[in-house]
């Protein structure tokens, strides 16, 4: 959606924003913008898609956060990716300021990195978010139909509840990381337990790791990740990621879980989804992603093969927490070269590398 459109889209009448132009890993101005309303909507309040209580009523939303990525045309052009709705505005420190910068980052991280974007079927890739005074601490996101756009849309909402607790740096980013998750990274179900479906999970999980150590070598910043400390955040990553992924990587996947359907099974399918991202990378692991048409753990599991087995070769470096250690890898039937292959089972090998890296060799 260009500037102009997106402008119609946000509120017919007059406006007056102030812009921020985040920095580049340089220091630099990028191609991610704020635009946020110095004044409460022109044309009276945003009515959230969803409707709440007994008997039902819609929220309401008098303050308005933009942000724009640089156009698909050409960067003379700017395209809306996500409308912050907030029910109040504080005058610092104001979290639907440090809510749009973290999913600017995020979209770029989706955008650059995974190849991924927004789905164009709901309202032309936007992503909506309403942070909401009320409600139960947490968050959620929907697929809705907004009916006060005219012509009415399709939506991708996300709602974060109960805004004036919603202060913790490390619960916050979590939670932003958690939704944006469920919105865009390509879905896998089939769970009963914790959630129904695994995307918002492996958003914060893969997410949260990625920005620690972008922060740790200098390309991101706190303010990115909803201020969180970077030791903090360290931390958080060390307890809740790496033992997911350190269980695949050192154990090989659990396929006995994998065909149940509690905790245990998303924690199974987490570990080889955030293994497959930090062994083959980013792009690897999005296609992975993108080839589960089944959209459940055992399609997933096939598509981790097929992945694999496209590029002629693939270097993987080894983690140096894995330094002399026997590690699986998801390998097809591709050779390996640079390790000692121990066992060959369900399309994985186990291997004890004899360097700091190994290559796959499909053809």
Request: proline letters at 7%; one cysteine or more; aromatic letters at 10%.
């Amino acid at each position: 959606m260009t500037l102009l459109a997106a402008l119609l889209t946000l509120q017919q009448g007059a406006f007056q924003f102030s812009e921020t132009v985040l920095p580049d890993a340089a220091g630099k101005p990028s191609n991610l913008f704020i635009n946020q309303m110095n004044g409460k909507r022109v044309g009276g309040p945003k009515f959230s898609p969803r409707s709440f209580g007994t008997p039902p009523r819609k929220l309401e939303f008098e303050w308005l956060t933009a942000g724009f990525v640089e156009g698909i045309e050409g960067p003379e052009q700017r395209d809306l990716r996500f409308r912050v709705y907030s029910q109040t505005r504080k005058e610092t420190g104001d979290p639907s300021f440090n809510v749009m910068r973290m999913l600017l980052r995020l979209w770029s991280t989706t955008r650059y990195e995974y190849g991924l974007e927004h789905n164009p079927t709901y309202n032309g890739g936007l992503v909506d978010v309403y942070l909401c005074d009320e409600g139960k601490p947490g968050g959620e996101q929907r697929f809705d139909v907004d009916d006060q756009q005219r012509p009415p849309a399709k939506v991708n909402t996300i709602y974060i509840y109960d805004i004036p607790s919603f202060t913790d740096p490390i619960e916050m980013a979590r939670e932003v990381a958690h939704e944006y998750g469920h919105a865009v990274l390509p879905p896998v179900g089939g769970f009963k337990q914790p959630e129904d479906w695994a995307n918002g999970y492996l958003g914060e999980k893969i997410y949260l790791r990625r920005y620690s150590r972008e922060i740790a070598a200098g390309r991101l910043w706190s303010p990115d990740v909803m201020g969180a400390d970077p030791g903090k955040l360290a931390a958080w990553v060390a307890k809740n990621v790496d033992p997911v992924t350190d269980a695949v990587a050192l154990r090989g996947p659990r396929m006995d879980l994998l065909k149940t359907s509690g905790k245990a099974s998303m924690d199974a399918y987490l570990g080889v989804a955030l293994w497959m991202e930090e062994a083959y990378g980013a792009r690897l692991f999005a296609r992975s992603a993108k080839l589960n048409g089944m959209a459940d753990v055992t399609g997933y599991m096939e598509s981790v093969q097929l992945a694999v087995s496209e590029p002629d070769r693939i270097e993987v470096t080894i983690p140096a927490r894995y330094s002399g250690k026997a590690i699986y890898l998801p390998v097809g039937k591709a050779k390996v070269e640079g390790a000692e292959v121990l066992l060959r089972k369900d399309s994985w090998v186990k291997i004890q590398p004899k360097g700091g890296s190994v290559v796959i060799v499909n053809r």
